[in-house]
């Protein structure tokens, strides 16, 4: 009998955290679940600590040699045996009730094929972490995605049939960014949640293929953009050239904190933030609201990050918008619901 759960574990040179997220797993309070452990050509001892291990849900996987990262998805995507598939990395830690929580959602609500939640990042203990909050509802999280990616990739389930049906696969031209590409395509096919509880504690590491791609500058915008017009496609919002290269801005907190106001002036910014929310509202008529809160948030970063290099008229007129009040709002309430 099939188990539930397949889930994904790629390993490349993984020695150093890979017992620790195996355990994780392991200590799931569900339990019917595979382990696909797939190990990428490694030359360090990840082959013996999987080996070490006496769990029949353990399918260890070996490539006869280095496919990356995205081929080794797909690898496992195509051998997985689950109704749901399951993401998992070598080097983060899973909540032990993550997997009941998500099948317990999944089974109840149908009409949704992905699911996932906020995480907490940290570089070295766990006890010192940043909570990266991301949207809840269905709405929300596609009013974010065109800015980046609405889910994290490691607490990722989602169902195995729509995947395979449709063959929905990572994409090596969106290398670095192909996850981020794949959610988008596969909002097409249902609906999406986030809890709002974080199910995973995210090892942020200088190895990271998030780190890594943040390296290849030009490559990544281009890849980051490309994902954004599909997005603002699939949601039939047209822009110009102009207002991309600013969406494109947006979806990272380094480049907000150094925008050229000369190239985006504030007259702008309030005419896009203006034309987005118009754009929005005319696609979900009978969620203003969340429109509101999720560009709310999204403009409060212009206005926190650039404080300290705007005049004050500017800094003014910045914040007298009512997009402030939401982004503040957003905030308080992300507060209040992750106490």
Same mark, same amino acid.
């Given at each position: 009998?099939?188990?539930?759960?397949? +889930?994904?574990?790629?390993?490349?040179?993984?020695?150093? /955290?890979? @017992?620790?997220? +195996?355990?994780? $797993?392991?200590?799931?309070?569900?339990?019917?679940?595979?382990?696909? +452990?797939?190990?990428?050509?490694?030359?360090?001892?990840? =082959?013996?600590?999987?080996?070490?291990?006496?769990?029949? @849900?353990? %399918? /260890?996987?070996?490539?006869? =040699? &280095?496919?990356?990262?995205?081929?080794?998805?797909?690898?496992?995507?195509?051998?997985?045996?689950?109704?749901? $598939?399951?993401?998992?990395?070598?080097? #983060?830690?899973?909540?032990?009730?993550?997997?009941?929580?998500?099948? #317990?959602?999944?089974? =109840?609500?149908?009409?949704?094929?992905?699911?996932?939640?906020?995480?907490?990042? !940290?570089?070295?203990?766990?006890?010192?972490?940043?909570?990266?909050?991301?949207?809840? #509802?269905?709405?929300? $999280? %596609?009013?974010?995605?065109?800015?980046?990616?609405? !889910?994290?990739?490691?607490?990722?389930?989602?169902?195995?049939? $729509?995947?395979?049906?449709? &063959?929905?696969?990572?994409?090596?031209?969106?290398?670095?960014?192909?996850? /981020?590409?794949?959610?988008?395509?596969?909002?097409?096919?249902?609906?999406?949640?986030?809890?709002?509880?974080?199910?995973?504690?995210?090892?942020?590491?200088? &190895?990271?293929?998030?780190?890594?791609?943040?390296?290849?500058?030009?490559? @990544?915008?281009?890849?980051?953009?490309?994902?954004?017009?599909?997005?603002?496609?699939?949601?039939?919002?047209?822009? &110009?050239?102009?207002?991309?290269?600013?969406?494109?801005?947006?979806?990272?907190?380094?480049?907000?904190?150094?925008?050229?106001?000369?190239?985006?002036?504030?007259?702008?910014? *309030?005419?896009?933030?203006?034309?987005?929310?118009?754009?929005?509202?005319?696609?979900?008529?009978?969620?203003? !609201?969340?429109?509101? %809160?999720?560009?709310?948030?999204?403009? *409060?970063?212009?206005?926190?990050?650039?404080?300290? %290099?705007?005049?004050?008229?500017? +800094?003014?007129?910045?914040?007298?918008?009512?997009?402030?009040?939401?982004?503040? /709002?957003?905030?308080?309430?992300?507060?209040?619901?992750?106490?």
């Amino acid at each position: 009998m099939n188990p539930k759960i397949s +889930v994904i574990l790629p390993a490349y040179n993984a020695e150093q /955290y890979l @017992r620790t997220a +195996v355990d994780s $797993i392991l200590a799931q309070s569900f339990k019917d679940f595979e382990l696909l +452990v797939i190990n990428d050509g490694s030359t360090d001892f990840t =082959k013996e600590i999987i080996l070490s291990y006496n769990d029949e @849900r353990i %399918r /260890y996987i070996e490539n006869e =040699k &280095n496919l990356g990262l995205i081929d080794t998805l797909n690898k496992g995507i195509l051998l997985s045996k689950g109704e749901y $598939i399951a993401r998992m990395d070598a080097d #983060d830690i899973c909540h032990s009730s993550r997997f009941q929580m998500q099948i #317990d959602f999944m089974e =109840k609500n149908p009409e949704y094929i992905i699911c996932s939640s906020s995480r907490k990042e !940290f570089a070295h203990s766990i006890s010192h972490f940043h909570l990266s909050v991301l949207p809840v #509802d269905d709405t929300s $999280i %596609r009013i974010h995605s065109i800015f980046s990616t609405p !889910f994290t990739h490691p607490a990722v389930m989602f169902r195995a049939g $729509i995947i395979k049906e449709n &063959n929905l696969f990572f994409e090596k031209d969106y290398k670095y960014a192909e996850d /981020y590409q794949l959610w988008i395509k596969i909002l097409q096919y249902g609906k999406g949640y986030n809890f709002r509880m974080p199910l995973l504690y995210y090892r942020d590491t200088p &190895n990271s293929q998030t780190n890594i791609g943040a390296g290849q500058i030009e490559q @990544r915008k281009r890849t980051i953009s490309n994902i954004q017009q599909l997005a603002l496609q699939q949601q039939n919002i047209v822009l &110009n050239q102009k207002e991309l290269d600013f969406i494109y801005i947006l979806s990272l907190s380094d480049k907000i904190r150094n925008i050229s106001f000369e190239d985006f002036s504030v007259d702008f910014i *309030l005419s896009f933030f203006k034309k987005l929310s118009l754009e929005l509202k005319s696609n979900y008529p009978n969620n203003e !609201f969340n429109v509101n %809160r999720v560009l709310g948030k999204r403009y *409060l970063k212009i206005l926190l990050f650039n404080l300290k %290099r705007l005049p004050f008229t500017h +800094v003014m007129k910045l914040a007298l918008s009512k997009s402030t009040f939401f982004g503040i /709002y957003e905030l308080i309430n992300e507060k209040i619901g992750n106490k």
